[in-house]
């Protein structure tokens, strides 16, 4: 299905008001199994909107437009619908009657404005919005539906979910499923490049997200059978296993820390910046601090005596020293990252350390093979 969204507003064209509409509708529409094709923003001035809507339309089977349904004059988008598509807009004196009832009910007037969000393109299906005033409404124009919705967030998520999505299920009758795994220490395009020409089922494509330090990975079925989804899984795993390290809903972190089973763990660290206490904070039994200066030296970190210790020392010359201290055994390295953001390193660094927890943990060297940092040296003590 060839989906495309379309933003307007003058705000969000100049940056005043970040589009957040469209980039919780993408990730929204991914889980459910479908993918954005394009995104558009547009102004609040008719012609660009006009032009927008039709261009959207001639290659889209589905159109979602979000914003300008509003009662004041820069509010364009049900008139430039009405002109895009040669639909004259009509009164809808159902929606009006429900206008009137809202504000009478909240002891208000109701302005002659707000009669404009009643007027919508001849032959549209109202889109019910049961927290506020602005309808939406959806057009067919040849093989293609456009949904339109107000820009308002909470009203255009209420309306997606219970009035946009049911019709996309119904209508296309096709079944979509969808598998998540997380990847740390290989790039996107390595992993693209392995998983492009593999044979997948019919019907199942792979999708890719980088969430700095992880690569999400997804496997997205239209129509396909079980048996599609494990062959494809498969598939997936034998190019990926060395640097799985997480699949499914919950983030690869309280996956790892739940394995623990409630032993202590003690967190202590100086190049991460914090990173590391950030994934573990939700743990129960955690202890962590954060300090300025630790030692460089891998030999030179200290551990608790007891339950698990993670360290990610100071960096020095470009090195940083991590530690893994568990059930009476050292786990030394020092690791190099070169990595142009300051932020990225530091989640690089601390998800490596907790690496080394998830790979003890499984049977494996604590040492993982990684391309997006270089292993200096390291040592069990």
Known sequence: MHIEVISTGDEIVTGLVVDTNAAWLSALLLERGWQVRRRHTVGDEMNDLIAVLSDAASRSDVVIVCGGLGPTTDDLTAEAAARAFAAPLELRS???????????????PMSASNEKQAWLPRGSVLLD????????????????????TPGVPFEFRQMVEEQILPRLQDDSGIQTRLRRFYTFGLPESTLGDRLSSLPWPQGIVVGYRSSMPLIELKLIGHGVTDADMEQAEALLLEQVQEVLVGCGDTPPWQSILSRLAGTPLYVQ??????ALQRLCRDYPQLTARFESQLPAEPGALQAESCGVTLVVGAEQDDAVALLLHINGQRFEQKVQVRHPDRASRERILAFCALDMLRRHLDGLSPFGEYQTLRRLESRLR
């Open 94 to 108: 159902d929606w009006l009657e429900n206008i009137r009832e809202r504000f009478a009910r909240r002891g208000r």
């Open 129 to 148: 919005n049961p927290v506020g005033t602005a309808c939406g409404f959806m057009v067919t124009q040849a093989a293609c539906r456009l949904f339109f």
């Open 269 to 274: 660290e100086c190049a991460s910046g914090g």
